[in-house]
């Protein structure tokens, strides 16, 4: 048994036919798409891919600041730059 991480799941062959629709269908949520009843991909909008990619920036962000928080200040005259 596999997990599905979608609520909606639509097989190859459907998502062959019309991939426009299945999107539609979906309202933005993730698709799994299915090879013989197991997850084979999972289907996104840009939208979601896009936040999806810049939420990821933000965790990795966040780790950087999180790595130089303890780092000495350096002060900048900003008419040197």
Do not use: F
């Not at 799941?9 to 459907?14: D, H, N, Q, R």
């Amino acid at each position: 048994m596999h997990q599905l991480l979608a609520r909606t799941s639509v097989s190859i062959t459907e998502l062959k036919r019309s991939p426009s629709a299945v999107l539609e269908q979906a309202g933005g949520e993730p698709v799994a798409v299915l090879n013989h009843n197991r997850p084979a991909a999972y289907l996104l909008s840009a939208a979601t891919y896009e936040a999806m990619l810049d939420r990821l920036d933000d965790l990795d962000l966040a780790e950087i600041i999180k790595s130089r928080r303890d780092e000495a200040a350096v002060e900048i005259n900003p008419d040197d730059l």
